[in-house]
Structure formats: C-alpha cells, structure tokens
C-alpha cells in the first residue's frame, strides 16, 4: 500500500503564486506517474497535470497551461505543483495521485493511489 501525504497550498489572492507538494511512501513500483488532481464541491474530479515516471514528460489541462508547472524528485519520491497567476476559480481541493505505468494518462479512473486532499482558496 502507498501513501500521499500532501502539503502546502493554502488562501491566496488573485495573481499571487502557491504551491503544493506530495510525496509517497516507499514502494517497490519501477515506472511511476503522479498527477495532480483538483475538486470543487458539486463537481466531478478535474485533471490538472501529470509527469511521467522519469520527469521528462508532462501533461496538462488547459485550463491550467502557461500557468501551472508540475515536476517531481525521484530521489525524494515528491511531486510538485507550483501555482502561477492564480484564479478565483483555481480554488477547489487538489489531490495527487499515482499510478505504476510508463504510460502518462488524464483519467482520474486509471490512478491507484491518492492523497487526502489539499485546499487552495483563491481570493478574487
């Protein structure tokens, strides 16, 4: 079993920058991906960005492109999401996710293990 334990985020106001981190318990998976996840109450699960298990490919929503950047370090099994140009409606719970695959996907059905959700408030 592995586990997320996620950090940071937090209130901000519009424009400013956050950023959150998840780091996973030690696992025996050789290809790992971790993507980042976001929900508002009342609404489906939304893709935000994902990385692959070398660091060297990455996927994001487009809602997010330009401002979002995920990337991760292997040695410390952390992800992070640095948070640029904040929206109002960037506020919602940001969860990460893994899944032992070489392959990068967007579907929140397809990941294994999950964080237990950080919240970020954007002030409009």
């Known amino acids: 079993q592995v586990q997320l334990v996620e950090s940071g985020g937090g209130l901000a106001q519009a424009g400013d920058s956050l950023s959150l981190s998840c780091t996973a318990s030690?696992?025996?998976?050789?290809?790992?991906?971790m993507a980042w996840f976001r929900q508002v109450p009342g609404k489906e699960l939304e893709f935000v960005a994902a990385i692959n298990w070398s660091g060297n490919s990455t996927y994001y929503a487009d809602s997010v492109k330009g401002r979002f950047t995920i990337s991760r370090d292997s040695a410390k099994n952390t992800v992070y999401l640095h948070m640029n140009s904040l929206k109002f409606e960037d506020t919602a719970v940001y969860y990460c996710a893994l899944r032992p695959s070489t392959v990068l996907v967007a579907s929140p059905l397809l990941y294994d293990y999950w964080g237990q959700g950080a919240q970020v408030t954007v002030s409009s």
């Open positions: 030690k696992h025996t998976f050789q290809y790992v991906n």
